[in-house]
C-alpha cells in the first residue's frame, strides 16, 4: 500500500480551518462547487467533478479544531476504499494542517494526478483562509 501526505501551514485559526473543511459553503470554495455535505459520523456526503463518477465520502471521525477522517466509498476505482484524514494543530493562531491520503492499492499516474491534486487542494485551503477566496474545481484550468 502506498500513501500520500502533504502538510500546509494556514496563517489562520484552528477553529477557522476547521469550519473551512466542515461546511458545505467551505469545501465549495475550497474543492468544489457540486457538493452535498453534512458533518456528521457516518454521513456519506458527494463531490462532483464535472462528468466524472461522483466521488462520495462517508465521515469516520469528526473532531472540533482538531481534524476529520473520511473513507471513500464511491469515486474512480482506484479511490474506493482509501481513506483521507486532516488533521489540524494550531499554534499561536496558525494552523498546520496535514493531510494523509492512505491505503492506495499500488503508485499508479493517478495516484501522482491525486498526489499534486491534494497539495493544490491545500493551497486552495490556505487561499480561503487567509484571503477568503479558494481555488475550487470550477476555476482551476486542468
Not at 474543492?31 to 464535472?50: H, K, P, S, Y
Not at 499561536?92 to 499508479?108: A, M, N, P, Q
Amino acid at each position: 500500500m502506498v500513501n500520500i501526505e502533504h502538510i500546509q501551514y494556514v496563517n489562520a485559526t484552528a477553529s477557522q480551518v476547521y469550519q473551512a473543511l466542515t461546511t458545505e459553503a467551505g469545501l465549495a470554495a475550497i474543492w468544489t462547487q457540486e457538493l452535498v455535505f453534512t458533518a456528521e459520523v457516518d454521513a456519506i456526503n458527494e463531490f462532483r467533478f464535472g462528468d466524472e463518477t461522483p466521488t462520495k465520502m462517508q465521515i469516520t471521525k469528526l473532531t472540533p479544531n482538531q481534524g476529520m477522517s473520511w473513507l471513500c466509498v464511491n469515486s474512480d476505482p482506484e479511490w474506493i476504499g482509501t481513506s483521507v484524514h486532516f488533521q489540524l494543530h494550531e499554534t499561536g493562531g496558525k494552523t498546520s494542517v496535514t493531510l494523509r491520503h492512505t491505503d492506495w492499492r499500488e503508485l499508479t499516474d493517478f495516484y501522482r494526478f491525486c498526489n499534486y491534486n491534494w497539495a493544490i487542494f491545500l493551497l486552495s485551503l490556505k487561499e480561503y483562509c487567509e484571503a477568503g477566496t479558494g481555488i475550487n474545481y470550477q476555476v482551476r484550468k486542468f
